[in-house]
């Protein structure tokens, strides 16, 4: 995927564009750095990390500058082609692309060719259902998720079960873990289960990854935390906070391929 983004003048200096609020604005662009290359992006995760909230993200959809493609807020920025041109030797063909063409069918990307389905979109499908597979077997696996050896975890999960229904998936049960071995305290990885519970996620361990990703990038859930100073917003990215907004983007696109 190429690593560097632009933004057409065409676009930014536009009179809906300045007309927006600046969280919307600003919005805007850290949803073009961090899109793929035919301009789609995961804009929940994006929005956790800096700070944004959803009616940023609606104002875009309303200045018709971006389009969200599912309630995962997946988001495609409607004016990606003006802003980017991407070498053919440097394109990657995104993860998305069949929701791209389920929403908005006659987007041209690079990955089209005068309207006829490339051999990169056979392979999509064909992964994506492999996917699906996997993930069904994976539910049937984990479906009864060992006791850990802190009671602190096994108390959270049992909340989780409580709020949702379900058990946390593996890799949330080791996120509480390391939270609270990193500085986190337990009442803010209990509020990262309340908070994902508000909004009735489809994949509820994902929703709660990306909130409590957050909460130990800003020291913990607001007005809850205030005393704990070992995190700060502007420290950079932990190798093992990467793994988590990893894990949040993988276990999304299997959600988008359970529920395609």
Not at 102 to 116: F, I, R, S
Not at 155 to 164: C, I, P
Not at 184 to 207: E, H, T
């Amino acid at each position: 995927m190429a690593e560097r983004r632009m933004f057409s003048k065409k676009v930014i200096n536009s009179a809906r564009f300045l007309r927006m609020p600046a969280t919307s604005r600003l919005l805007y662009y850290d949803l073009g750095m961090q899109a793929d290359d035919d301009g789609i992006v995961e804009a929940f995760a994006i929005m956790r990390m800096v700070g944004a909230n959803e009616d940023d993200l609606r104002v875009l959809e309303a200045r018709g500058l971006v389009k969200v493609l599912n309630e995962d807020l997946v988001t495609y920025i409607i004016d990606w082609k003006k802003n980017n041109t991407i070498r053919k030797d440097r394109y990657t063909p995104s993860e998305y692309a069949y929701l791209l063409e389920e929403t908005l069918p006659h987007t041209d990307t690079q990955m089209t060719t005068n309207g006829c389905q490339t051999d990169n979109q056979l392979s999509i499908h064909t992964e994506t259902q492999s996917r699906s597979d996997q993930t069904r077997l994976d539910q049937v696996r984990t479906e009864q998720i060992r006791p850990t050896q802190d009671s602190r975890v096994d108390e959270l999960t049992q909340h989780f079960v409580s709020r949702f229904g379900q058990n946390p998936t593996p890799k949330l049960q080791s996120a509480f873990q390391q939270a609270l071995e990193t500085g986190l305290n337990f009442g803010d990885v209990r509020q990262a289960i309340d908070d994902a519970a508000s909004r009735a996620p489809r994949n509820p361990s994902a929703y709660t990854l990306a909130i409590l990703l957050n909460f130990v990038q800003n020291g913990g859930a607001p007005n809850l935390n205030s005393d704990n100073q070992k995190f700060h917003e502007a420290d950079p990215l932990q190798a093992w906070e990467v793994d988590w907004l990893s894990e949040f983007k993988s276990m999304n696109a299997q959600n988008h391929v359970a529920h395609g």
